[in-house]
């Protein structure tokens, strides 16, 4: 009798969660698909962030705060050598493919990986950077991407 009862408990207990798994998919499918294609589009490498100082800004898959080098021109890196230990590249081994708008790519003579871009200018991490961390804004000539 006992397991018969711990039967119905689990049964009850995974239909409730696929009930709910089903409600927030059937939730996503309907949500303004004009809106849904730019935030599809744009997750393959980036995110938005909010801080109450700096409004919304770029981050990286994991949250790492992105940046841009004012003295970056023509979409070619300025920063070399010891600069990219302090501020390395977002950048891929791979081709990067179906970017959002926007984004693309340069491939870096240094390191031979695919940079990322926004607006043509390569992105940057700020070595002292951790997620949710905006540390590097307005260092060297390093800025934030406001969004």
């Known amino acids: 009798m006992r397991r018969v009862k711990w039967l119905v408990w689990i049964v009850l207990g995974v239909a409730i969660l696929i009930g709910a798994s089903l409600a ?17 589009s744009a997750s393959n490498i980036t995110k938005t962030q909010y801080n109450s100082k700096y409004g919304y800004y770029l981050t990286d898959l994991n949250g790492r705060t992105l940046y841009q080098y004012n003295k970056d021109s023509n979409g070619l890196s300025s920063c070399l050598g ?66």
């Open 82 to 147: 010891a600069c990219i230990v302090v501020w390395p590249p977002y950048q891929t081994t791979k081709l990067p493919k179906l970017l959002p708008s926007g984004f693309g790519y340069i491939k870096r003579t240094d390191t031979g990986y695919y940079q990322y871009t926004y607006k043509n200018k390569p992105l940057y991490y700020y070595e002292l950077d951790k997620p949710g961390d905006i540390k590097g804004n307005q260092i060297g000539g390093f800025f934030i991407i406001k969004d």
């Open 24 to 40: 927030i998919y059937n939730h996503n499918v309907s949500t303004n698909k004009k809106d849904q294609s730019k935030e599809i």
